[in-house]
């Protein structure tokens, strides 16, 4: 069995497994074949990589002779076939790149699908990286801001605490959350799942409930879209809160679609002059009028940042917590002795599958294909 690394798009800065993790694939007998370069912007050498057991290759090679090929982002190469590819490949934004994987015979595995249960957290990308995004957030939006977070009583004069709401309480919004308080700031979270307001409050935060929420009980633990009555009411409450706030971080996203637009101009025009907004949903469409992904705007003295790939800010920690979640995967497909094991059966492997047979197998992705 041979596992392939490739070298990441050049936006870029993670990869799929850092050396030290390539040695818990090559102690069992496995080759690791490494693309040249693959690990550098994560800080981590070819050297490093060789010292670990892994080889260096080109891409032809990885790919000409992988089994299994692992990359953040789907390969656009174009000349990948009858393979086996995990990544975070976004299928349900990008159905037609997955028909073409599935033309071509790949088998590929798309981490940010696996389901959501207890089983899967140990390999759940998405929380892995959103964590990192949330505490990314924060601390991007403390330097920019030009006041203080923290409360102080000095004999220069006091300075408030910075008021920070966050909108969306998932995994990047609780670690928003337990963030900003740790920088001293007063929390304020709106989200449409009832369910969080406990762990909103545990971490020291007011959680604001707006009363009408569509039922989500059903789906899967993620949030599902609202009527228009509702995000009207919503708005309105949500209005309040941002006209005293400081900071905002927007998490709010619903698998599959657009986000929703929960901070619109009249709000932002009137925040205080110097306060920031970090948009984490800018790749799905942003929850801010203004947003725009991978760019920060200035409106009236309002900095709203649009970045979904704050994980990438930090490619180290990032790139080691995303390999172990992948090294989790792969114990799920290769049985002890170093063989293929793909197990229908298995919820997780049926769940994460896109690809196979060289037909989409995913239902969702399907439904979007016809
Ligand atoms: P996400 O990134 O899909 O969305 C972020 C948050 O935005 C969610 O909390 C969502 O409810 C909220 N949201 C959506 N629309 C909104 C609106 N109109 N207004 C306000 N908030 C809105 O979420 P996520 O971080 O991927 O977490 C999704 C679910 O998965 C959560 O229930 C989480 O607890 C669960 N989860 C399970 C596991 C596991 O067991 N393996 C691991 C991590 C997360």
Avoid at 84 to 107: D, H, K, S
Avoid at 285 to 305: L, M, P, R, S
Avoid at 314 to 333: E, T, W
Wanted: proline share 4%.
């Amino acid at each position: 069995m041979t596992i392939g690394i490739l070298r990441e798009p050049a936006f870029e800065t993670r990869v799929s497994l850092l050396p030290e993790a390539t040695a818990t694939l090559t102690k069992r007998g496995i080759t690791v074949f490494t693309e040249q370069a693959a690990g550098e912007k994560a800080f981590s050498s070819d050297e490093e990589y060789i010292k670990f057991g892994a080889q260096i290759r080109s891409r032809d090679e990885v790919i000409q002779a992988a089994d299994i090929i692992l990359s953040i982002h789907p390969p656009a190469d174009g000349t990948i076939n009858s393979k086996i590819l995990i990544g975070i490949y976004q299928p349900l934004f990008a159905a037609p790149v997955m028909y073409e994987f599935a033309q071509r015979r790949n088998t590929l595995f798309s981490l940010d699908m696996l389901p959501r249960t207890t089983r899967a957290q140990s390999m759940d990308v998405l929380s892995s990286q959103s964590n990192i995004a949330g505490y990314k957030a924060v601390l991007h939006a403390s330097n920019i801001y030009s006041r203080y977070f923290p409360m102080f009583m000095t004999a220069a004069g006091s300075i408030a605490p910075a008021k920070v709401l966050i909108l969306g309480a998932g995994v990047a919004g609780l670690q928003a959350i337990a963030t900003a308080k740790r920088l001293g700031a007063v929390v304020e979270v709106f989200d449409t799942r009832p369910a969080v307001k406990e762990e909103v409050m545990s971490l020291g935060a007011k959680f604001v409930e707006v009363e009408g929420a569509a039922d989500a009980s059903k789906a899967g633990g993620y949030a599902v879209e609202q009527t228009e009555e509702f995000l009207q009411k919503q708005k309105a409450r949500i209005a309040e809160s941002i006209a005293k706030a400081d900071i905002v971080i927007t998490t709010a996203q619903i698998p599959g679609k657009k986000a929703p637009l929960l901070v619109t101009e009249e709000m932002i025009v009137q925040m205080r002059k110097g306060s920031v907004i970090i948009d984490i949903a800018a790749a799905t469409g942003g929850n801010t009028a203004f947003t725009k992904n991978n760019e920060t705007i200035v409106k009236d003295g309002i900095t709203i940042v649009g970045n979904s790939a704050l994980a990438a800010s930090m490619p180290s920690d990032a790139s080691k917590l995303y390999g172990k979640n992948v090294l989790n995967f792969l114990q799920l497909i290769i049985s002890k002795e170093g063989n293929l094991n793909l197990n229908w059966e298995d919820d997780l492997v049926k769940g994460s599958c896109i690809t196979h047979n060289g037909e989409i197998v995913h239902e969702l992705v399907k439904a979007l294909m016809s």
